[in-house]
């Protein structure tokens, strides 16, 4: 048993196990000239280079440089008029001067400024005011006039603490039956003011009024908790209202009126209020249109 099993033994070494995969051998020819990748690049000129045969000074061999030159304009075409000269004419006065600067490169600037503000020399549109160095802007002359009713201290709160700014409301009025009611806020007084006369003057409205100067009728509005009650008065008798009321109709040129506000005492809604109040009251002449009757029969 032992003999045939070493003779299997023998028989399997004598075997040459051989790959199935076929061996490929790859050749890469040799270069027949050594390559260099460096590129040499030849500097660029910018600026042509000329020849002197390109040269022509033909031009100027007969100029004598010491000689002087007389001129000889043309002649000028029948009918010229020649312009006037810069200094003919009426001198310009510094607002003019100023307003044409401003109008080319807008104000101009002096070189100072006091509390981080600007001052101008040559704004002609508004007025240096001598406190700090403010600009004062001039006011609108339209014709109406403006009442301070409530100025107020409102704040914000946010992530850093609290903004203080003020509320202003403001009435505006011509005293001929056109009256308006506007609110700003602003972080200075002055600011807060004008900003709600420019709001007031955005919500004109017409009052009517008879010859008498009062209301044709009674009326009532409200604006949010307040409520106001107007009445027509007789001559003489003057406009018997308090706080916001009395300032709308002094500013629309009621004389003779009676007001009361009744529920919330806001001075703002309490105006509003009182121009609603005023929106509902309509003309004799309009009633009796709408009635399709003569305005004599309006009283029968």
């Known amino acids: 048993m032992a003999a045939t099993t070493t003779a299997i033994a023998l028989t399997l070494s004598s075997f040459t196990l051989r790959s199935t995969i076929p061996s490929k ?27 002197s045969s390109d040269i022509h000074s033909s031009f100027s061999d007969d100029v004598n440089p010491e000689e002087d030159i007389v001129f000889d304009p043309p002649t000028p075409p029948e009918g010229f008029t020649p312009p006037p000269s810069f200094d003919e004419g009426p ?53 109406f006039e403006e009442r301070v009713v409530q100025v107020r201290r409102v704040t914000k709160v946010v992530k850093g603490g609290k ?3 003020f509320r202003a409301i403001v ?44 209301f044709p009728h009674r009326s ?3 604006y949010g908790a307040a409520k106001v009650m107007l009445r027509p008065a007789a001559p003489g008798t003057g406009v018997i209202a308090g706080g916001a009321v009395r ?11 009676l007001g ?17 109040a005023v929106q509902k009251m ?16 309006l009283w029968k």
Do not use: C, W
Not at 33 to 49: A, E, V, W, Y
Not at 204 to 212: E, G, L, Q
Not at 260 to 276: C, I
Not at 282 to 297: D, H, L, N, T, Y
């Open 25 to 51: 051998t790859f050749f890469f020819p040799k270069p027949s000239k050594q390559i260099s990748l460096r590129r040499t690049f030849r500097p660029l000129s910018l600026t042509p280079q000329a020849k």
């Open 91 to 143: 001198e310009e006065t510094e607002d003019e001067i100023a307003a044409a600067y401003e109008e080319l490169y807008g104000p101009a600037y002096s070189g100072v400024s006091v509390l981080g503000n600007d001052v101008y020399v040559m704004d002609s549109k508004v007025k240096k005011s001598s406190a700090f160095g403010k600009v004062k802007k001039e006011k609108v002359r339209d014709g």
């Open 163 to 165: 903004q203080l700014h």
């Open 171 to 214: 009435v505006v009025g011509d005293k001929q039956g056109q009256v308006g009611v506007g609110v700003g806020k602003a972080k200075e007084v002055i600011g807060a003011v004008q900003k709600s006369a420019v709001n007031a003057r955005r919500n004109i409205i017409t009052i009517p009024m008879t010859k008498y100067l009062t």
């Open 220 to 222: 009532e509005g409200d």
């Open 247 to 257: 300032i709308v109709l002094e500013m629309a040129g009621v004389e003779n009126a």
């Open 260 to 276: 009361k506000q009744l529920g919330s005492k806001n001075a703002l809604n309490n105006a509003r209020a009182t121009v609603v």
């Open 282 to 297: 309509k003309q004799f002449r309009e009633v009796a249109q709408e009635r399709g009757i003569p305005m004599e029969e």
